[in-house]
């Protein structure tokens, strides 16, 4: 076989190829993470990250922001206003 060349397959009429193919799941995690890249700068563009207070709803409003990725830049605009957190229990002395 020659540098270069596929090797190629018959099954039953139907021809497959081996490792020529870019498919979804070579591209999808570099995707993913250019997503959240996006959203990150998105946070930054706002200052949310030079934010001094950081309660529970300033990290939400961080993490929606960064998992809306480009939306961000056509107008979405997420955030968390009202966030309670639950309230554990405490140990007995």
């Given amino acids: 076989m020659r540098l270069g060349t596929r090797?190629?397959?018959s099954f039953g009429g139907v021809r497959q190829t081996r490792g020529g193919g870019m498919g979804v799941r070579r591209w999808l995690p570099a995707?993913?993470?250019l997503w959240l890249v996006i959203g990150a700068i998105a946070c930054g563009q706002r200052g949310y990250f030079t934010d001094p207070e950081a309660n529970c709803s300033?990290?939400?409003t961080v993490a929606v922001t960064v998992i809306a990725g480009p939306l961000n830049y056509f107008g979405v605009n997420p955030?968390?206003?009202d966030c309670n957190m639950p309230e554990l229990?405490?140990?007995s002395p």
Wanted: aromatic residues 0%; hydrophobic residues 25%; charged residues 25%.
């Fill in 31 to 33: 995707l993913v993470l």
């Fill in 79 to 81: 955030k968390v206003t």
């Fill in 7 to 9: 090797r190629e397959r």
């Fill in 89 to 91: 229990p405490q140990p």
């Fill in 58 to 60: 300033s990290t939400g």
